[in-house]
């Protein structure tokens, strides 16, 4: 095993540069549009509708000297407010499968000048009511905004709280996806070594229950980068049995940055890829390298692999989706994964702190 501080130059500038310029093949998903807050939910309806109730009643304490009052003054406040808050919802519903194609700032962005819309909608409607004698339309449209905003941020919070279920989910499913087809290949090898070459076949047993025991492990357990590598080592090792000279592995690691936290299984998928898209399509294999590098306070890990014919045919994306996701859940806007292809070579190249 190759240890080093510092990967070549050109391997770094080649490949990461491809990275940012290049489209990938592997890394995309399946569209699956979604509103930040989905506004044709009712439950959103709800919640909306009753913060600018709250807000614009509490707004009318200060102009009001009694009960009575109040409440005649926020019938009528309610009668220009109200429409404005559907026309925002209205608008986000229409929206919603248009919009679900791009990033949550986009979305949230889009939600206040909604808002700022509807603020101008329900000034209109409050002057043309006559209560209010000139319409302020700048300052209307920055309440909008700004009560759209506050909506926007608390059903995002909303949103964010449900993402650990669902990213459990997803990874119970990946997890599941890798146990039948990888267990009866690996009981197999493991058969046909028994009489031949039985400590071969005991060691193989042995990284299985290794790797296994790795997968099996609670997903909400955070991992270190050195555990990782170890059941990658091992998963690697059962393959090895399997393809035999066909699977070329060259590891470059830094020892400095073994501690480094990641999700569980979090490596599996992508050496997993680099299996299935360049050794198994082969009959001459493929060179797999797995690196690990220190660059000030972040760890970069890079999973390559040779693809047949310097290309390979693109996958769903779905186990490298489940990767960022939960790195992004561990570490949020400080982790990244990018993949690429260059030079016949496709990378996916993981980005985390170092503490």
């Not at 499913?173 to 070594?193: G, M, V, Y």
């Not at 806007?333 to 990378?347: D, I, M, P, V």
């Amino acid at each position: 095993m190759l240890i080093m501080c510092q990967l070549t130059a050109m391997e770094d500038t080649t490949i990461l540069s491809t990275l940012h310029t290049q489209a990938d093949w592997a890394d995309k998903p399946p569209v699956q549009p979604a509103w930040v807050f989905d506004a044709c939910h009712v439950g959103v309806v709800l919640r909306a509708v009753l913060f600018v109730q709250a807000v614009v009643g509490v707004g009318l304490m200060f102009a009001t000297s009694t009960f009575l009052q109040w409440l005649l003054d926020l019938a009528a406040w309610s009668a220009a407010t109200q429409p404005a808050v559907l026309l925002w919802l209205t608008l986000g519903c229409a929206a919603k499968r248009w919009l679900g194609r791009y990033p949550v700032w986009v979305q949230a962005l889009t939600g206040v000048l909604f808002g700022a819309l509807g603020g101008g909608f329900a000034q209109g409607l409050m002057w043309w009511l006559g209560l209010v004698p000139v319409a302020a339309w700048v300052a209307s449209g920055f309440a909008g905004a700004g009560m759209a905003a506050v909506l926007v941020a608390g059903l995002v919070w909303r949103a964010r709280a449900q993402v650990p279920a669902g990213t459990t989910a997803r990874l119970t499913e990946l997890q599941a996806r890798i146990r039948p087809h990888f267990l009866f290949n690996t009981l197999n090898s493991a058969i046909a070594l028994i009489r031949a070459e039985p400590a071969k076949a005991e060691a193989l047993l042995e990284d299985l229950a290794e790797l296994f025991r790795g997968a099996l492990a609670h997903p909400n357990v955070v991992s270190t980068l050195g555990e990782e590598l170890t059941l990658a080592e091992r998963y690697l090792a059962i393959e090895q049995v399997r393809f035999g000279p066909r699977l070329r592995v060259e590891w470059v690691l830094d020892p400095a940055v073994q501690g480094a936290r990641l999700p569980p299984l979090i490596l599996q998928p992508l050496v997993e890829n680099a299996i299935k898209h360049g050794v198994e399509p082969s009959l001459q294999g493929a060179d797999i390298r797995i690196s690990t590098q220190c660059r000030g306070d972040r760890v970069v890990v890079k999973v390559s692999n040779t693809l047949p014919g310097g290309e390979g045919q693109p996958g769903n994306g779905l186990a490298l989706a489940n990767v960022r996701e939960r790195v992004a859940l561990l570490h949020d806007l400080n982790a990244s994964l990018r993949t690429g292809l260059a030079n016949g070579w496709f990378q996916a190249r993981l980005e985390v702190p170092l503490t």
